[in-house]
């Protein structure tokens, strides 16, 4: 694979991850102009290693060294002390001023090895050696990172506050896992999988555990159904056995392809559903709330999660859906914050925060949405969604 830059243009410039003792080591090949004989080599050497601590810094590495790892320097046997380019480890991150950093590591080179009585300055862009060290790659991750190090990256953001992986879960109901199996159900406190040898029932606080170090470190093992949900908890990609930070020029092409594929269909029954629930009115009322809005405002909610529904449940089209409001009600349902009891009230699961509020207002409101034709499939929000 070539190695690119973020706009995915090719750069010129021959680096290797290599194994080295109990770590890591980049290796920056030199860069020269052209000679006789010989062309032009690597004259991207200071945008490529740029960008390599920038990528280096998603990822929290720590350089404990940085050497002229020369030819020259080799030949002449100078040791490590004498080639070194810093004093101290650089502890990257993604606020670090590469730029400045890239700098000082060029004009550190041109000391190095230099003649005494020298008058001119030596070369700044040489073979250089940086060793790592980056949470959870170790010396057999070498190929890995490499591959990672050559790539275009995508930034991942994630808010400000904690990632309810809960949320994240309930609105994938119904995804396949990488490894094979299947969400089922997201009720409190667990998540439900079908796999090949049977249902599985996960404690949230496991997969919220390993979720917080993946938006941490940007990589975690999926070698269990754990790491399974927390690749699709975070919209991650699988790479040898690792959940990564899917790099955008792949993501963009991935999801054009399913766009084209599933939203026309959607949208049709969606129409459908709306055109049932709705009519000619242009003002309905919310399921769940109780208000009327304008029909834009207004959501053909399945009550249970389309994925998992049977042909036959997805074409109950009369029973299966409810309008719920864009302001709130819709969202609440989803992630399981409201459901509808047997009797048709309104239950909320409390949080214990500000939420807590609005939630008062829906408790115990009796909706019409619950009939015989329903009851199944809000019974089975209430056993597999619902948060209470």
Same mark, same amino acid.
């Given at each position: 694979? @070539?190695?690119?830059?973020?706009?995915?243009?090719?750069?010129?410039?021959?680096?290797?991850?290599?194994? /080295?003792?109990?770590?890591?080591?980049? &290796?920056?090949?030199?860069?020269?102009?052209? +000679?006789?004989?010989?062309?032009? $080599?690597?004259?991207?050497?200071?945008?490529?290693?740029?960008?390599?601590?920038?990528?280096?810094?998603?990822?929290?590495?720590?350089?404990?060294?940085?050497?002229?790892?020369?030819?020259?320097?080799?030949?002449? !046997?100078?040791?490590?002390?004498?080639?070194?380019?810093?004093?101290?480890?650089?502890?990257? +991150?993604?606020?670090?001023?590469?730029?400045?950093?890239?700098?000082?590591?060029?004009?550190?080179? $041109?000391?190095?090895?230099?003649?005494?009585?020298?008058?001119?300055?030596? !070369? %700044?862009?040489?073979?250089?050696?940086?060793?790592?060290?980056?949470?959870?790659? #170790? @010396?057999?991750?070498?190929?890995?990172?490499?591959?990672?190090?050559?790539? @275009?990256?995508?930034?991942?953001?994630?808010?400000?506050?904690?990632?309810?992986?809960?949320?994240?879960?309930?609105?994938?109901?119904?995804?396949?896992?990488?490894? %094979?199996?299947?969400?089922? =159900?997201? @009720?409190?406190? =667990?998540?439900?999988? /079908?796999?090949?040898?049977?249902?599985?029932?996960?404690?949230?606080?496991?997969?919220?555990?390993?979720?917080?170090?993946?938006?941490?470190?940007?990589?975690?093992?999926?070698?269990? &159904?754990?790491?399974?949900?927390?690749? &699709? =908890?975070? %919209?991650?990609?699988?790479?040898?056995?690792?959940?990564? $930070?899917?790099?955008?020029?792949?993501?963009?092409?991935?999801?054009?392809?399913?766009?084209?594929?599933?939203?026309?269909?959607?949208?049709?029954?969606?129409?459908?559903?709306?055109?049932?629930?709705?009519?000619?009115?242009?003002?309905?009322?919310?399921?769940?709330? #109780?208000?009327?809005?304008?029909?834009?405002?207004?959501?053909?909610?399945?009550?249970?999660?389309?994925?998992?529904?049977?042909?036959?449940?997805?074409?109950?089209?009369?029973?299966?859906?409810?309008?719920?409001?864009?302001?709130?009600?819709?969202?609440?349902?989803?992630?399981?914050?409201?459901?509808?009891?047997?009797?048709?009230?309104?239950?909320?699961?409390?949080?214990? #925060?500000?939420?807590?509020?609005?939630?008062?207002?829906?408790?115990?409101?009796?909706?019409?949405?619950?009939?015989?034709?329903? =009851?199944?499939?809000?019974?089975?929000?209430?056993?597999?969604?619902?948060?209470?």
């Amino acid at each position: 694979m @070539p190695f690119t830059n973020d706009s995915g243009r090719p750069l010129h410039a021959d680096f290797a991850i290599e194994a /080295e003792g109990d770590g890591l080591s980049l &290796v920056l090949a030199s860069s020269s102009g052209r +000679a006789a004989g010989r062309d032009v $080599r690597n004259p991207d050497y200071r945008e490529a290693l740029e960008l390599l601590l920038r990528r280096l810094g998603d990822r929290r590495a720590v350089v404990s060294e940085v050497l002229v790892d020369s030819l020259r320097t080799q030949q002449r !046997n100078l040791p490590e002390e004498e080639r070194r380019l810093v004093r101290e480890p650089l502890r990257l +991150a993604p606020g670090t001023d590469f730029l400045a950093l890239r700098r000082q590591l060029t004009r550190a080179q $041109r000391r190095i090895g230099q003649s005494e009585g020298a008058t001119t300055a030596g !070369n %700044g862009t040489r073979r250089i050696r940086l060793r790592l060290e980056i949470p959870e790659y #170790g @010396p057999q991750d070498a190929a890995r990172l490499q591959r990672e190090l050559e790539r @275009p990256q995508i930034d991942v953001v994630w808010p400000a506050g904690r990632v309810d992986v809960a949320d994240e879960l309930r609105v994938r109901i119904g995804e396949q896992l990488p490894g %094979g199996g299947h969400i089922v =159900a997201v @009720p409190a406190g =667990a998540v439900v999988v /079908e796999t090949a040898g049977g249902r599985v029932e996960v404690p949230v606080g496991d997969v919220q555990v390993r979720l917080d170090r993946f938006t941490r470190t940007g990589t975690a093992p999926v070698e269990d &159904v754990v790491g399974a949900l927390v690749a &699709v =908890a975070a %919209g991650a990609g699988v790479e040898d056995g690792r959940a990564v $930070r899917t790099p955008l020029k792949r993501t963009v092409r991935q999801f054009a392809e399913l766009d084209g594929r599933v939203t026309a269909k959607y949208r049709k029954e969606q129409g459908a559903l709306r055109s049932l629930l709705v009519g000619d009115d242009e003002v309905a009322p919310c399921a769940l709330c #109780g208000r009327p809005f304008p029909v834009e405002f207004l959501v053909a909610a399945h009550v249970k999660k389309r994925q998992v529904a049977t042909d036959d449940e997805r074409q109950d089209l009369e029973n299966i859906a409810m309008l719920a409001c864009s302001f709130g009600c819709d969202k609440l349902f989803e992630l399981g914050y409201v459901t509808v009891g047997e009797d048709g009230a309104v239950l909320t699961a409390s949080t214990g #925060g500000p939420l807590d509020l609005h939630l008062e207002l829906l408790r115990g409101r009796v909706t019409e949405s619950l009939h015989d034709g329903s =009851a199944p499939y809000f019974r089975w929000h209430r056993e597999n969604v619902f948060r209470g």
